[in-house]
């Protein structure tokens, strides 16, 4: 009996709905060819009219010739890639999941490196351990784009860095996707004192020779967890070194622009903020296209949020409810949060927000980012600290899709350790000013919702509390104690 591939879930209104497809059914074939993975059913289904041999829950085979005009089918795979997933090969000196500490979910330990996750959703991959057969099935197929981890055109210190004897000639696959004229992305992941000053400046030079097909290039700083024991010595960037970075980056895409008309290297949010140097203006950011590894995050959110203030008017969002809230957020991201809430403030009088600034024990302090900031270090911080009716917290803190932190704790957990109903927020700078914006909710009282009296909330004030007045409007921000 013929495998096949599971059907987890039809889209409503599908192709695969009208045919009268379900979950539980199994794909057998396409054109009477048995499907290996996604690659091999997107490139079937690109066609104007397929056959399908699916087997039915109850056993029943049905054979279904469908004009879908190029469609996608609406349906989605008890396994993604349709095939085992491919693990990473190498032992990358930055790699953030050796720096885990142990315990955790067993995800999260599994270190992929699937070319077809990189067409999937975006992963970065490091072509170590593609063959040339993968190489011609994205050429043939067309499938784009290719993100690849690049972190230096120096062949031999790629094999370092990668800790891969292969990682140097792996940089060849770069150029038959080039030839085939295969979109790409690149990542660079700067390492202090390994690829970073004249490497980077090599490996920018190395990489404006597969423009236009490579459209973009990352450089994000190592992220190091305080779980480095036994690992390759590596150290933070200092402000002044995240400064020479930036110019070293911004040389390059002043000349890049002049030559091609795109910026084309771009250095992540972190770089700036941690330097303490102004964003890139929006137009540097070449559409966003590098906005999933943290490049324009910022900006786009001001952008999104500036606008979304002039298509609201009080009285014209609707009832503003006079309330006290908080928001939570990473270390490195509260000081513009707390500017985006005066913001809000100031064109809606009548909502009192607290910017709390949540240090990362779980990781180490070197950790800065949203993302991972687990619910223990959340209610460890914010339990004896005034909430107000909710508390809101970015959805990058969040399992993609789901209610769950990193420490496998709950959006529920979280609420009933702190007592207040928590809004998740969407990474949009309008749902930004949506959740600040929106009215109290009968249902919160479900959640336990409590809200302290002035006096209680005045005694709750400690050395940690700054209140700041921006611009007239009052912001509480809470830094907790021992940052530096």
């Known amino acids: 009996m013929k495998k096949g591939h599971l059907i987890k879930s039809v889209d409503p209104g599908s192709i695969a709905e009208e045919m009268e497809l379900e979950p539980g059914d199994v794909l057998l074939t396409i054109d009477g060819d048995e499907i290996e993975d996604i690659f091999d059913y997107e490139y079937k289904i690109n066609s104007e009219e397929i056959t399908l041999l699916v087997r039915k829950k109850n056993g029943e085979e049905w054979e279904l010739d469908i004009v879908n005009e190029y469609q996608d089918l609406g349906i989605t795979f008890e396994n ?3 095939s085992d997933y491919r693990s990473c090969r190498n032992k990358c000196i930055f790699c953030f999941i050796d720096q885990m500490p142990p315990g955790m979910r067993e995800t999260l330990y599994f270190k ?4 077809r996750l990189s067409f999937l959703q975006g992963n970065y991959i490091t072509l170590t351990n593609m063959k040339d057969k993968d190489i011609e099935r994205i ?3 067309k ?13 031999e210190l790629r094999c370092k860095m990668l800790h891969n004897r292969f990682a140097g000639e792996a940089l060849q696959k770069i150029d038959r996707l080039y030839e085939a004229d295969i979109p790409m992305n690149g990542q660079i992941v700067l390492c202090r004192g390994v690829n970073d000053g004249a490497e980077l400046d090599r490996s920018i030079h190395d990489l404006t020779k597969y423009i236009p097909a490579m459209q973009s290039v990352s450089v994000v700083p190592v992220g190091l967890s305080k779980y480095r024991d036994g690992l390759y010595p590596l150290e933070p960037f200092t402000p002044e070194q995240l400064g020479d970075t930036i110019d070293l980056i911004e040389k390059w895409q002043k000349k890049i622009y002049a030559e091609h008309g795109i910026h084309f290297i771009h250095a992540s949010d972190e770089f700036y903020m941690g330097a303490g140097r102004p964003l890139p203006e929006a137009d540097r950011y070449d559409g966003y296209i590098q906005l999933e590894n943290g490049v324009g995050m910022i900006r786009l959110m001001e952008e999104e949020i500036a606008e979304a203030l002039e298509q609201l008017h009080p009285g014209e969002a609707g009832e503003v409810c006079p309330e006290e809230i908080s928001i939570a957020t990473g270390r490195l991201a509260a000081p513009y949060i ?3 809430v005066e913001r809000v403030c100031r064109q809606f009088p009548g909502k009192k927000v607290h910017v709390y600034a949540i240090r990362n024990d779980f990781f180490g302090e070197r950790i800065t980012v949203a993302g991972l900031i687990t619910a223990k270090d959340l209610i460890a911080q914010l339990k004896e600290q005034p909430l107000g009716s909710r508390l809101l917290l ?6 993609s899709g789901e209610e769950t932190f990193l420490d496998d704790l709950t959006r529920t957990d979280v609420q009933n350790a702190l007592q207040v109903p928590v809004d998740i927020v969407k990474s949009s700078g309008r749902d930004f000013v949506e959740a600040i914006l929106a009215p109290v909710k009968e249902e919160s009282s479900r959640h336990g919702e409590y809200e302290p009296d002035p006096e209680e909330f005045a005694a ?9 007045d921006l611009d007239g409007v009052q912001v509480y921000a809470y830094e907790p104690e021992d940052l530096d």
């Open 80 to 82: 993604g890639l349709m």
């Open 112 to 115: 992929d490196d699937d070319s």
């Open 139 to 141: 050429i043939r197929f």
């Open 143 to 155: 499938l784009a784009p290719i993100n690849i981890s690049v972190q230096t055109t120096n062949p």
């Open 338 to 340: 707390e500017q985006y």
């Open 394 to 399: 970015p959805s990058a803190m969040f399992r």
């Open 460 to 468: 709750q004030m400690d050395d940690n509390w700054q209140e700041e």
